[in-house]
């Protein structure tokens, strides 16, 4: 038996060539720093969502809308690379793991910065 699930290897090529036709064949000014991190296929394999970072958040309505209106242009794209009966229809999703990883990070480092501060309260190590 195969180690990975079809939908799963279909779902990472997808993101591949998503983020190439974003990359190098779109042309719209209104799409930012875009990073595709993720694709979810439906068992189907006939809809696709497509899980984009977009770095600045004042660009990140403008940049769906940008990638919103050229799903049919990405479609007949990846009819040309994907050897598939059926193109999935793209539905651009924000990724907000990554902003929850940032949140988390901050918090850890507070934790920490506060741990420091409640152990040496003259700024001295104990130990020496």
Do not use: C, W
Not at 71 to 100: C, G, W
């Amino acid at each position: 038996m195969l180690p990975f699930k079809r939908s799963q290897r279909v779902s990472d090529l997808i993101r591949e060539e998503v983020a190439d036709i974003i990359m190098y064949k779109l042309k719209d000014p209104r799409i930012g720093f875009v990073t595709v991190t993720g694709v979810e296929l439906s068992p189907d394999l006939k809809q696709a969502n497509v899980f984009v970072s977009i770095l600045k958040e004042e660009e990140r309505v403008a940049t769906l809308d940008a990638l919103t209106s050229s799903k049919a242009f990405m479609r007949t794209i990846l009819a040309k690379h994907l050897r598939m009966k059926y193109i999935p229809h793209l539905h651009f999703r924000l990724d907000s793991s990554i902003d929850y990883g940032f949140k988390i990070d901050k918090l850890l480092k507070e934790i920490r910065d506060k741990d420091e501060t409640d152990e040496k309260p003259d700024g001295k190590d104990e130990g020496a």
